[in-house]
């Protein structure tokens, strides 16, 4: 009889629900369930739902009911930075506010008012990111003070919905890191730094890793959704679940499972991650001066990378042209960028393209700002922005061999961006490094790792991303 193990992948745009097996070490999946997520306007800020967020958790759920294909364990993953504040009832202290909210503007001087840029990045190697949770709680702070001294508890996105599922509340490592407040050395919350800049300690407490039960769902959720199951923590953060399903062949050299810095990756979406896997972070001040960030990974490796804009310039530029009446798929978006000569370039991961009104209209006016070629058809806008991502992936790469004293083989890209043909091939031009494609659900992919480590059908990391490899087609560039 089969295992089955769900993972709940939910992202900025969309969530889906992917039912796992391990069959002679080789992964299946079945999508079962997909919905749709967005920010919304509330009370003034950008907001997610999670309530109907979780309704849908619950839909997809019932689904597995539907097939008869009952998990043994689930996990949900999420976007990083973003929490709710829970009152001593467990319910939601204002709302659900998101990371493209405009609350934090002005909340990193605040910060810097406590500490300096140069000591809180030596402090936890996380790069200035003006949506990072530290910056968020001070906005709360500053803005609703109230709402912080009465919270009796913070929790991550994914980690409220799991605390839904069970009511058992657990901080994940993985995206715990992400808030800016936890130390790379001692591996938990730096609470010297959460008293001196006022946040309650009570909210920060002890973190799990990935591969830690949760529980299992409340007999309310089970009523509902017709069954129960363990529910076990993923990396919650999705890139920290895209990372752990990188592919390595078994007996690779430089062989991933020693996180011994041998693997260069994009973690290709709405955002593209860039980077490698360090067993030690690195908080120098070049480090700090690239923009570099060491985010927590699958035991205690620290995810060494940068944010790049990623996938989100085109996902904006695709909304827009379909509103103006152009529909295109990415698919060919891609084929009409590969057909022009524009050769103007934007730095992708310059603030006006983090949530412009128009990112059309953000992309031409840099462009005739720095005199540069404007964009007049809907390819030659894709163009100058896959372009500009190959330009950005090539920069981070030189960054990085500069930094840790490598020379990377090759670059393995793995999301949904894995499917832009046109974009790795580009980003094989732009880096002179072989590009190994795939897998596209890799965020889900490792939430299941997880679940299926734990559960004992993988020894550990290294023969799961080996099982990965066997599983997925992988595209060489």
Avoid at 118 to 143: H, S, W
Avoid at 228 to 249: N, W
Avoid at 258 to 287: K, Q, R
Avoid at 358 to 370: C, F, N, V
Wanted: proline share 3%; with cysteine; glycine share 10%.
């Amino acid at each position: 009889m089969e295992n089955y193990y769900l993972a709940v992948d939910i992202g900025a745009s969309s969530g889906r629900h992917i039912l796992g097996t391990v069959k002679d070490g080789t992964i299946s999946l079945e999508e079962i369930y997909r919905f749709e997520n967005g920010m919304k306007k509330k009370n003034g800020h950008l907001c997610w739902d999670v309530e109907s967020l979780f309704h849908e958790i619950k839909m997809g759920m019932k689904q597995c009911a539907a097939l008869g294909k009952i998990p043994c364990s689930m996990g949900i993953d999420t976007w990083a930075v973003d929490f709710v504040l829970l009152d001593g009832e467990g319910r939601i202290l204002g709302d659900a506010v998101g990371y493209r909210d405009d609350r934090t503007k002005g909340m990193d001087e605040k910060v810097y008012e406590t500490i300096s840029p140069e000591a809180l990045y030596e402090r936890t190697g996380i790069q200035k990111q003006i949506f990072n949770t530290i910056y968020q709680l001070m906005a709360v702070k500053e803005e609703r003070p109230e709402e912080l001294a009465g919270a009796e508890s913070m929790l991550m996105i994914p980690d409220y919905f799991h605390y839904l599922l069970t009511g058992v509340k657990k901080q994940e490592y993985t995206n715990a890191t992400t808030t800016q407040l936890v130390s790379p050395v001692t591996k938990t919350w730096d609470y010297e730094l959460i008293a001196r800049l006022g946040y309650p300690e009570k909210l920060f407490t002890e973190l799990s890793m990935p591969g830690t039960v949760v529980g299992t769902l409340t007999k309310a959720v089970e009523d509902e959704v017709g069954f129960t199951c363990e529910v076990v923590l993923p990396a919650t953060h999705d890139t920290g679940s895209a990372v752990m399903a990188v592919p390595v062949p078994e007996n690779a050299s430089g062989n991933s499972s020693d996180a011994d810095g041998g693997l260069l990756y994009i973690s290709s979406g709405t955002w593209s991650l860039m980077g490698t896997e360090l067993t030690e972070a690195d908080c120098s001040a070049e480090s700090r001066t690239a923009n570099l960030t060491n985010e927590g990974g699958y035991e205690y490796r620290f995810r060494y990378l940068k944010n790049i804009m990623g996938l989100w310039m085109i996902q904006s530029v695709k909304k827009e042209l379909a509103a103006a009446g152009e529909t295109y798929s990415f698919a060919e978006l891609c084929r009409m960028a590969s057909e022009e000569t524009i050769q103007s370039i934007v730095p992708c991961n310059d603030d006006v393209f983090l949530a412009p009104e128009s990112m059309t209209e953000a992309i031409k006016e840099y462009l005739r700002k720095s005199g540069q070629e404007v964009p007049e058809t809907a390819g030659a806008l894709a163009a100058v922005i896959y372009n500009s991502l190959a330009q950005c992936y090539k920069e981070t790469v030189e960054e990085l061999e500069a930094i840790t004293g490598r020379t990377y083989q090759a670059v393995n890209i793995v999301g949904g961006g894995s499917n832009a043909d046109y974009l790795n091939r580009l980003t094989a031009g732009a880096t002179g490094k072989t590009v190994y494609a795939g897998p596209g659900e890799a965020t889900a992919v490792g939430n299941l790792l997880a679940q299926m480590i734990q559960a004992g059908e993988f020894k550990g990391l290294q023969e799961a991303r080996a099982a990965v490899y066997r599983s997925f087609e992988i595209s060489t560039y």
